[in-house]
């Protein structure tokens, strides 16, 4: 019991100083992959980047201690990290204190959810994810997600379209008019630095070393160079005007945001009215009508707060300076042949808030993190609400279940390799614990990541141990280290993620599927369509490849297989159709695949009225019960009226290999009473010698004619 609550105390059964040498070792190794790979996933995730730190702290140490896996490395993922983004963008701008707030309670809720499924041993609902399903998704993920990072690959910056197809149009109009090449030069030179050393050795830390050379390059060349400078330095009076416009939108879009925020919460109030007898229900109509107008006036808003800020990304300046502080900037008409430019192109940068006009910021150089913050982040219980749990609930649903695909199928692989048993509810346990301990130290949602799990097996780690390790050197680095990573550009964690994802491409995977069976391929295949095209709704592939995944089931489980059996040469009964069997013209062995219950029970008593068709000479209908499984009320009755009617016909009916679950329905039903246990054989082979018997030397039926019949070979000579 003491292991069952806390297992991470049998790690240290038999561990020694050789043991705990190897798990520091791992433990720094994976740190060492894990930190910048972290900052990158915290931006795929829509956050600033210091909160991947924070997702790499807590997480991976609590994972290891209640889950079952002693390799398996937790922390911020590719797939989760964009589908909490993907989740929460309709609910708030990224980035904004409002959406980091929805990023934490997303991982709370998740964690919730994943710790009552361990608890409660359901860890068998994901099952409900098929493979070809997961192969869709997880194939059109990657490429969403390294698509996503070409804005920051080639330092250019658009709006999010509706569909991601759409974004990515935005994200090639925008490079066609300008690349910011030196930008362009760190992607290229960290992915070219990754290969490289991944192809010498794949042990070396090729992310964290392309992350020091880029940052240090970085800071000794001046990549980075941004200014603020007030409205008036521009010379054409076009960016202070269309800097007031933008203002003026993102103020109307705040105002009408509040007011139907409002008009939310009074018709909250109004529904609980109406349900307690006491409401109205045309006030609540007025009140939908106007969220309805509404929002219909804040997209109009925020198409034209896109448009401005569309004008104001795309304008080029040159720099006219006048010393090292102050700067005059102009387009490149408007220079004079007094002014003495830099050199550079400066652009605005323009997110989605209010503009100071007296400290705008112009871009002359590329993208870094910037400032992190020192130390160690807040630790607090976010504030979850009833209503904020179940607007989140289904999206935490998903992304609990696709994180725990994830991470039970690495941590499989692993335990196949090492010989280590895993309890599938335990790991559940673990990730739902990591998840919610993590939100109470500011993180937002992890899973078991695969390349970091890999680089903590292939560097030895016998015990979670290393992830407490690696954990710590997390701590070390927000304590000391952070303001090394103010220079990291952009590109280089854009190529970071790119690299990563490369592994969760698996075209394989979809001719595998439909080589299989076709359908499970056309799923795969259709789930991978309906990801790509909805993006970023992720959770339509998922739902859709759930949907056609429990469609096909459930069609199976209406027409399972009824086979009419035959001899072989082995004298071993199978199906004649698909063996192309000779069968006996006297009798009829069926056999049924699958549970007998009320979706399938009358198409069993088709199959029987079609096999008493196709054979005018029949006597004999034995049914092999060796594939029912299963039998419910709607069953019973069909195979009662089944051995009714075939006996009114004055034809014989038995069956043979009942299972005792089966056996144990028709006992308490009393069917076996109405079908004799006379009738119920303990195997095909008493059963058929027996009906041979019956049928060709009981009856008129002249011997000289069975000679040719395949079933007497089960008489004794």
Not at 115 to 124: A, D, M, Q, R, Y
Not at 359 to 372: F, N, S, T, Y
Not at 538 to 545: N, R
Not at 576 to 584: D, I, N, S, T, V
Request: charge should be neutral; proline fraction near 4%.
């Amino acid at each position: 019991m003491i292991l069952k609550i806390f297992p991470f105390l049998s790690w240290f059964q038999d561990y020694d100083g050789g043991k705990l040498k190897i798990d520091l070792l791992a433990g720094i190794t994976v740190a060492l992959v894990l930190i910048p790979q972290s900052m990158a996933y915290a931006q795929l995730a829509g956050l600033p980047a210091y909160y991947g730190l924070y997702a790499a702290f807590l997480p991976p140490m609590v994972a290891a201690l209640f889950g079952s896996s002693r390799q398996l490395a937790t922390g911020p993922v590719a797939v989760v990290s964009l589908m909490s983004a993907a989740s929460l963008e309709p609910l708030a701008t990224a980035g904004s204190p409002e959406f980091i707030a929805y990023s934490i309670l997303l991982a709370l809720i998740v964690g919730i959810f994943q710790f009552s499924l361990g608890v409660l041993k359901l860890g068998l609902v994901v099952n409900f994810l098929s493979h070809p399903v997961i192969n869709g998704f997880t194939n059109a993920a990657a490429i969403i997600i390294a698509s996503s990072q070409f804005s920051k690959f080639f330092g250019v910056y658009v709006d999010k379209a509706p569909h991601h197809y759409e974004t990515m149009i935005r994200v090639a109009q925008a490079a066609l008019d300008f690349t910011h090449f030196t930008t362009l030069l760190y992607g290229i030179s960290a992915v070219v630095i990754m290969v490289v050393l991944r192809k010498i050795n794949p042990r070396i830390p090729n992310v964290l070393i392309a992350v020091a050379i880029t940052t240090i390059i970085s800071y000794f060349t001046g990549f980075n160079d941004d200014v603020h400078v007030p409205a008036s330095a521009f010379k054409s009076s076009v960016i202070a005007d269309k800097v007031e416009a933008f203002n003026h939108s993102v103020q109307q879009i705040n105002s009408l945001g509040t007011e139907r925020a409002a008009a939310g919460e009074a018709l909250d109030a109004e529904l609980k009215n109406q349900t307690r007898g006491h409401g109205n229900s045309i006030e609540a109509i007025n009140i939908e009508s106007k969220i309805a107008i509404l929002t219909v006036k804040i997209d109009d808003a925020k198409h034209h707060s896109h448009l401005i800020r569309t004008d104001l990304r795309n304008m080029k300046f040159a720099a006219e300076t006048k010393n090292d502080t102050d700067y005059t900037f102009s387009t490149f008409g408007e220079m004079t042949q007094e002014g003495k430019p830099d050199g550079k192109i400066w652009r605005l940068k323009i997110g989605n808030s209010e503009l100071d006009p007296a400290r705008l910021l112009v871009m002359g150089g590329g993208a870094v993190v910037g400032k992190i913050p020192e130390g160690l982040p807040t630790f607090t219980v976010p504030d979850l609400t009833p209503k904020t749990f179940f607007k989140l609930l289904p999206t935490a649903i998903i992304i609990s279940l696709l994180g725990f695909m994830e991470a039970i199928a690495i941590a499989k692989a692993m335990a196949a390799q090492t010989g280590q048993k895993l309890d599938p509810n335990q790991e559940l346990i673990g990730q739902g614990l990591g998840n919610i301990f993590g939100a109470i130290g500011s993180s937002y949602s992890v899973s078991g990541s695969f390349s970091r799990s890999a680089v903590n097996l292939q560097a030895g780690a016998v015990s979670g141990v290393s992830s407490v390790i690696t954990s710590l050197m997390v701590v070390i680095t927000l304590l000391f280290f952070t303001p090394l990573l103010f220079h990291l550009p952009q590109a280089v964690l854009a190529a970071v993620i790119m690299m990563a994802v490369i592994g969760l491409v698996n075209i394989k995977g979809f001719m595998h599927a439909w080589k299989a069976q076709w359908y499970d391929g056309a799923i795969s295949i259709i789930s991978f369509a309906v990801t790509l095209y909805f993006a970023p709704h992720l959770d339509k592939g998922i739902m859709v490849g759930v949907a056609l995944s429990m469609t096909v089931f459930l069609y199976k489980s209406m027409r399972p297989v009824v086979a009419s059996l035959s001899l072989n040469q082995e004298n071993v009964l199978q199906s004649a159709e698909h063996f192309r069997l000779k069968g006996c013209r006297h009798i009829s062995v069926i056999r049924f695949d699958g549970a007998l219950f009320f979706a399938n029970a009358s198409y069993l008593d088709e199959q029987v009225a079609k096999f008493r068709t196709e054979r005018p000479d029949l006597r004999y209908i034995l049914l092999d019960a060796r594939g029912i499984n299963d039998m419910d009320a709607s069953g019973e009755e069909a195979l009662e009226m089944i051995c009714r009617r075939v006996r009114s016909a004055n034809l014989g009916f038995a069956m043979c290999g009942v299972k005792g679950q089966v056996l144990a329905v028709m006992e308490r039903t009393g069917l076996i009473n109405e079908i004799g246990k006379e009738h119920i054989y303990a195997d095909s082979r008493a059963a058929v010698t027996a009906l041979v018997k019956i049928v060709h030397r009981g009856t008129d039926l002249p011997e000289e004619g069975c000679k040719d019949c395949p079933l007497t070979q089960y008489l004794p000579v």
